[in-house]
C-alpha cells in the first residue's frame, strides 16, 4: 500500500468510524446525508477498484485495538456500498 492509498483509506474508514460511533442522533441521521455522495463518487468506480479500496479499509480495520472502532472500521466496505 502506498503512503496515499494508506492515508485515503485511513481518512475514510475515521470519517465513517466517527459517524458510526456517533452517540448524537442528529449526527447519526446526517451520516448518510453526508456520506451519500462519497458512496455515489465511489460506486462509479469500476469494481475491482471498489474492491482495492474495501480491502485498503480492511487492513486498517486490523489495526484497530478498540473492539468498537474494529466493528466500525470492518463494516466500512459495507456501509460506503463497496461491496455491491
Not at 470519517?15 to 463518487?41: F, H, W
Request: charged share 25%.
Amino acid at each position: 500500500m502506498t503512503t496515499l492509498e494508506r492515508a485515503f483509506a485511513r481518512a475514510l474508514t475515521e470519517i465513517v468510524i466517527r459517524l458510526d460511533l456517533s452517540e448524537d442522533d442528529a449526527i447519526a441521521e446526517a451520516s448518510m446525508q453526508l456520506l451519500e455522495p462519497v458512496i455515489a463518487i465511489l460506486h462509479d468506480l469500476l469494481e475491482p477498484d471498489r474492491q482495492a479500496i474495501a480491502e485498503l479499509i480492511n487492513q486498517c480495520a486490523q489495526e484497530e485495538i478498540d473492539s468498537e472502532r474494529h466493528l466500525a472500521a470492518w463494516e466500512a466496505p459495507e456501509t460506503l456500498s463497496l461491496l455491491v
